[in-house]
């Protein structure tokens, strides 16, 4: 089994930052992307940023400039560093791992996070 998990959510004002972590562990063989999502209320959830473990990233066109998304791959870990937060950036944050296991070496497949609330209020 493979278990991912969020931390770092909370209430920040409008301007400020905030990081969050996500740890993928268990049976992993390969690590292939690791990315965070985000659905606010009454919306669907979207790709926020994703990172492959040879370094390419991708960021939802909003967040340009603001966000950024790092890991650690010796520990499976992904950060996303948040600043000039906004009230829209108010969301519920899900870490996606996508990995392989030891019992299916070769195929990819995703495991999500509980999820953790970001809100950006004054």
């Known amino acids: 089994q493979v278990q991912v998990v969020e931390s770092g959510g909370g209430l920040v004002q409008p301007g400020g930052s905030l990081r969050l972590s996500c740890t993928a562990s268990?049976?992993?063989?390969?690590?292939?992307?690791m990315s965070w999502y985000r659905q606010a209320p009454g919306k669907q959830r979207e790709l926020v940023a994703a990172?492959?473990?040879?370094?390419?990233?991708n960021y939802l066109d909003s967040i340009q400039g603001r966000f950024t998304i790092f890991r650690n791959n010796r520990e499976n870990t992904v950060y996303l560093q948040m600043d000039n937060l906004k009230p829209e950036d108010t969301a519920v944050y899900y870490c996606n791992a996508r990995v392989s296991t030891l019992e299916t070496p070769t195929d990819g497949v995703n495991y999500w996070g509980k999820g953790t609330l970001v809100t950006v209020s004054s």
């Open positions: 990172l492959t473990t040879t370094g390419t990233a």
């Open positions: 268990g049976m992993i063989f390969r690590v292939f992307v």
